[in-house]
């Protein structure tokens, strides 16, 4: 089993920055992979971003290029997302999902944090 623990969200303004943690306990050994996700309301949950443990590779979605950095330290067992230029369109609840296999898909992730929350004003 693995937990995880997001921190690191709040309320903005348009054009600023926030930078979300993901604290990962447990049998982390089994992680190939960390990523990010969102959802707001009404909507289906959205990749983010995600980074290898091991290999050091990192993939981006769409509205997450040339914005928003996934990083880590300790071996993965805590990853970062740097958000900057922040929109209102990213709002939302922002998830931390660990797993095996290298995947923009949501169901291909084994492990799932509480979210936490990212409101941007305009």
């Known amino acids: 089993q693995v937990q995880l623990v997001e921190s690191g969200g709040g309320l903005v303004q348009a054009g600023d920055s926030l930078r979300l943690s993901c604290a990962a306990s447990?049998?982390?050994?089994?992680?190939?992979?960390m990523g990010w996700f969102r959802q707001a309301p009404g909507k289906e949950r959205e990749f983010v971003a995600a980074?290898?443990?091991?290999?050091?590779?990192?993939i981006y979605g769409d509205s997450a290029k040339g914005r928003f950095t996934i990083s880590g330290d300790n071996a993965l067992n805590t990853v970062y997302l740097q958000m900057n230029s922040l929109k209102p369109e990213d709002t939302a609840v922002y998830y931390c999902?660990?797993?095996?296999?290298?995947?923009?898909?949501?169901?291909?992730?084994?492990?799932w944090g509480q979210g936490t929350r990212v409101t941007v004003s305009s």
């Open positions: 447990g049998r982390t050994f089994s992680v190939i992979v």
């Open positions: 980074i290898t443990k091991s290999g050091g590779g990192r």
């Open positions: 999902a660990a797993g095996r296999v290298w995947s923009r898909w949501p169901g291909s992730y084994d492990y």
